[in-house]
Nanobody, 124 residues
Framework: QVQLVQSGGGLVHAGDSLRLSCTLS????????IAWFRQGPGKDREFVAA????????QYRDSVKGRFTISRDNAEKTVYLQMDSLIPEDTAVYYC?????????????????WGQGTQVTVSS
């Protein structure tokens, strides 16, 4: 069984950067997807970015393209979300999520493993 443990987050000013980490433990099979979701106050949980563990590609929501970068360190079994040029609209609780899937899926309901969540607050 895969478990996900998150670190990072915090309070920053607009224009600053943050990096979130999601470390995996347990057995991974060949096809595995790690995604980042976020949930702002009074909002639905939304897809932010995702990567496949076997290097099949990455996807981003339009509003973070060019500002956020998802990457992974297979040896450390860690996925990172580098967030640059942060804006107040990025304020949310961020979650990493995993699923045994050959391709990236965008709805949170299909992911069966979740990190504990971490708060990101961007002040204007």
């Amino acid at each position: 069984q895969v478990q996900l443990v998150q670190s990072g987050g915090g309070l920053v000013h607009a224009g600053d950067s943050l990096r979130l980490s999601c470390t995996l433990s347990g057995q991974l099979f060949r096809n595995y997807v790690i995604a980042w979701f976020r949930q702002g106050p009074g909002k639905d949980r939304e897809f932010v970015a995702a990567t496949t563990w076997n290097g099949g590609g990455t996807q981003y929501r339009d509003s973070v393209k060019g500002r956020f970068t998802i990457s992974r360190d297979n040896a450390e079994k860690t996925v990172y979300l580098q967030m640059d040029s942060l804006i107040p609209e990025d304020t949310a609780v961020y979650y990493c999520a995993g699923d045994h899937s050959p391709r990236i899926l965008y709805h949170f309901s299909v992911y069966d493993t979740w990190g504990q969540g971490t708060q990101v607050t961007v002040s204007s």
